[in-house]
């Protein structure tokens, strides 16, 4: 139980186009689900944090106009990369909270990532 | 500052060794504590949460102080398995966010 998926896996797209990376949680309600973007062999950095129908908090130094938020259910969660530039190029990694069953409350249950390349 | 700070290693050590790892934090206020695993081009996956009162899973201790602000993590009896990336991660002001260290890169050698 509690499986993220993320869609795609890897993406590669032209500078200045915009790309959307799915989030969900498939077998239970993910009341926050955060974002994170991973540079090779450096940790992940929380980007933002979002709660089912409201806005996304962003941490400080996060675009909020250029990584778009969108978690309109309970088990989706969407980020979007508008006018993508080849400093965007990362892994992103989204994870869901919820109350899972016999899980410690505020585990978080990470997707497996997507690979954005921007050429 | 850094909310969550970790030595990254890497620790190298042979199989059956004990070792610790430490991981400070910055915010008083920091209520939640985990350790995550996170194994080479994969996900990180939850290892333990880390309780007031410390707390044990069968070869790992998990462990918190207060006063220092700082949470560890110790592995007896190492096996290959075991050789990964070890991930602190503390909520923050809010308890809402939660905040990564950079990791430790552990390698058990036969």
């Known amino acids: 139980g509690a499986v993220v998926s993320q869609h795609p896996s890897r993406v590669i797209c032209k500078s200045g186009t915009s790309v959307k990376i799915e989030c969900r949680s498939l077998?239970?309600?993910?009341?926050?689900m955060f974002w994170y973007r991973q540079f090779p062999k450096k940790s992940l950095m929380l980007m933002a944090t979002?709660?089912?129908?409201?806005?996304?908090?962003?941490e400080q130094g996060v675009e909020k106009d250029k990584f778009l938020i969108n978690h309109a259910s309970l088990t989706l969660s969407t980020l979007t990369v508008t006018s993508a530039h080849p400093e965007d190029s990362s892994f992103y990694i989204c994870?869901?909270?919820?109350?899972?069953?016999?899980?410690?409350?505020?585990?978080?249950?990470f997707g497996p990532g997507t690979r954005l390349t921007v050429l | 500052r850094k909310e969550v700070e970790q030595d990254p290693g890497p620790f190298n050590v042979p199989e059956g060794a004990t070792v610790a790892f430490n991981c400070t934090y910055s915010?008083?206020?920091?209520?939640?504590f985990f350790w995550y695993r996170q194994d080479c081009r994969k996900e990180p996956k939850l290892l333990m949460s880390?309780?007031?009162s410390g707390n044990e899973d069968g070869r790992f201790t998990a462990q918190l102080n207060r006063a220092s602000q700082y949470i560890s993590l110790l592995i007896r009896d190492s096996k290959l398995s075991d050789s990964a990336t070890y991930l602190c991660?503390?909520?923050?002001?809010?308890?809402?966010?939660?905040?990564f260290g950079t990791g430790t890169s552990l390698t058990v050698i036969p």
């Open positions: 915010n008083s206020a920091s209520q939640s």
């Open positions: 077998d239970f309600q993910a009341t926050t």
């Open positions: 991660v503390v909520n923050g002001f809010t308890g809402n966010q939660f905040y």
């Open positions: 994870s869901a909270r919820g109350g899972v069953a016999g899980r410690p409350y505020n585990e978080q249950f």
């Open positions: 880390v309780y007031s």
């Open positions: 979002s709660n089912e129908g409201s806005k996304a908090t962003y």
